[in-house]
């Protein structure tokens, strides 16, 4: 082994191709099934079916609405704890985060499960509420991804801004609307950038809530079931346009830890 | 008194949080099928768990599915992220956008597209577990990736040309001086990504061979079946998930301030 003489950047070169073959690759795959029909010719059939059909256009738009109340309902409930906990003179702040973002390390089907008894035992049947059993599943699962961005950069606030704020006559709540609030930009957007994607495809807690209602990701699952290949690229691929200006939006917010990972170590 | 009130929102919060999974606690151990009705205590949803077999092979399949691809994951992040740190700045664009992919791609997409690729378009079966473990490798070694690029930013780069000067070989200078530099990045990358397989759920159920079952696929058909049975054993499951998530919470707690305690 000692002969072996090599350059540490060739080290890269089997990571690269894992990326290139099973990253990259099945992207243009999924692009070209979305483009193509059952017989391997160009078509433009499945993006024309999805955009007049009522039905998947309506889960487009329901989807992007229940995404949308779930990130604000995650944001008004993680935006003060975030803002009390980071804020306040406990010792020991970081054992309390811990204690709120733990949950997310017990598997989700898991923790959805627990909920869905308790709800079952508060509304009866779970099958009259589709839309509020979403968006207090969803919203119940991802909170810790809204918490733990938003708090990081509440502590990371320079408290000195602060204190010149209050200096210069202006009173609390001034100094919450035009110092912290303005600061906590960055974690609030890697939170919503957290909660919005998956609110729109984590269609599991849906089904898990006995719930008829789809989303986009419900799609995905259904032509998958019905081995249309086609059909299920052609709702990625638009998922994955959704991501990518999604991403290209909030990229002038990103900071390092703003990933899954930063989220969960 | 403003104080006062946003602790008693914490504490509120908190309770809400927990209330489902501790109720659920509760149930595990008593004789009823559904939570409301408390009968007497018992311990049999605990004795299933452990005796029947399905239940117990897809606890070790998902465990052990979890290492295997952690383990994969890292080696090819790790190794992905000391090459490309010391390559051109063009080569790192490439390789941190393409990493970048299934960082923030939604899951559906990620499984369903190596779905296509693998089983679709290249034929490979299922049952050969190979799409599954590509599957989690794709989702979890990007995160290991991110993990170590910043211990490498951190360690001092001309210990390795030092180590080559004393007369190190390239591999030798790797694995006695820089693994041991970026070991902690190695770690929680590697940590992230049991975590990460052992939560997921899309990828498993768009590549896991028919007969196979992960905790999450398996409790997503169960709560659509109607076997009791099966459906309170599964409280169990969830309250033993819960008293390891606690204990190393709490381990890491303590490793956190003996490291406190020595700086």
């Not at chain 2, 309770?15 to 595990?28: D, F, K, T």
């Not at chain 2, 204990?247 to 890491?252: H, R, T």
């Amino acid at each position: 082994m000692n002969g072996l003489r090599f350059s540490r950047k060739q080290l890269c070169i089997p990571y690269l191709l894992f990326l290139i073959c099973f990253v990259v690759a099945p992207l243009i795959v999924i692009i070209y099934y979305a483009f193509t029909n059952g017989e391997g010719r160009f078509s433009t059939d499945n993006l024309i079916g999805f955009f007049s059909s009522p039905n998947t256009i309506g889960t487009l738009a329901y989807s992007f609405v229940l995404a949308v109340v779930t990130t604000l309902v995650s944001l008004l409930l993680a935006y003060p704890i975030a803002y009390i906990l980071a804020r306040s003179n406990i010792r020991h702040k970081s054992v309390i985060l811990m204690i709120f973002v733990m949950p997310m390390w017990i598997n989700f089907t898991l923790r959805i499960t627990a909920l869905k008894e308790i709800l079952t035992l508060i509304e009866g049947n779970l099958a009259y509420y589709p839309f509020l059993n979403s968006v207090i599943g969803m919203t119940y699962d991802f909170l810790p991804f809204m918490i733990l961005p938003i708090y990081t950069t509440i502590m990371k606030l320079d408290n000195s801004l602060l204190e010149a704020a209050n200096d210069l006559g202006a009173s609390n709540i001034q100094t919450f609307i035009k110092v912290t609030l303005p600061l906590s930009v960055p974690g609030i957007i890697s939170g919503i950038v957290m909660v919005f994607l998956p609110s729109m495809t984590n269609y599991v807690v849906l089904d898990m809530l006995y719930n008829s209602t789809y989303i986009m990701g419900s799609l995905i699952g259904s032509y998958f079931a019905a081995y249309d290949w086609h059909n299920g690229s052609m709702i990625a691929l638009i998922l994955l346009l959704i991501i990518l200006i999604f991403t290209l939006a909030t990229s002038r917010y990103s900071e390092e830890d703003n990933s899954r990972g930063g989220a969960m170590l | 008194m403003k104080r006062r009130l946003g602790y008693a929102f914490l504490v509120v919060m908190l309770i809400v949080i927990y209330l489902p999974i501790l109720i659920l606690a509760v149930y595990s151990f008593t004789d009823s099928a559904n939570i409301g009705m408390i009968h007497g205590f018992s311990v049999q949803n605990y004795v299933t768990l452990f005796t029947k077999p399905e239940l117990s092979d897809m606890i070790w399949g998902t465990v052990i599915l979890a290492l295997v691809s952690a383990a994969i994951a890292t080696i090819f992040g790790t190794l992905g992220a000391i090459g490309t740190f010391y390559s051109k700045k063009a080569t790192q664009n490439v390789v941190n956008m393409m990493n970048q992919i299934p960082v923030v791609n939604a899951d559906v997409v990620t499984g369903f597209s190596i779905c296509i690729l693998l089983i679709v378009v290249c034929n490979v079966s299922k049952e050969t577990y190979i799409p599954l473990v590509v599957g989690h490798v794709v989702l979890s070694a990007p995160f290991v990736y991110l993990a170590v690029v910043p211990k490498l930013k951190q360690m001092d780069s001309s210990l390795y040309e030092a180590a080559l000067d004393l007369g190190a070989s390239p591999v030798q200078a790797l694995s006695k001086v820089v693994i041991p530099q970026i070991a902690p990045g190695i770690i929680s990358g590697f940590a992230l990504a049991v975590t990460l397989s052992l939560d997921d759920y899309f990828i498993a159920s768009y590549t896991k061979p028919a007969t196979f079952d992960t905790i999450s696929t398996y409790v997503v058909n169960a709560t659509k079946g109607s076997h009791t049975e099966i459906k309170t054993a599964l409280w169990a499951l969830s309250t033993i998930i819960f008293l390891i998530v606690i204990v190393i919470a709490l381990a890491m707690n303590m490793a956190g301030r003996k490291k406190e305690g020595n700086e």
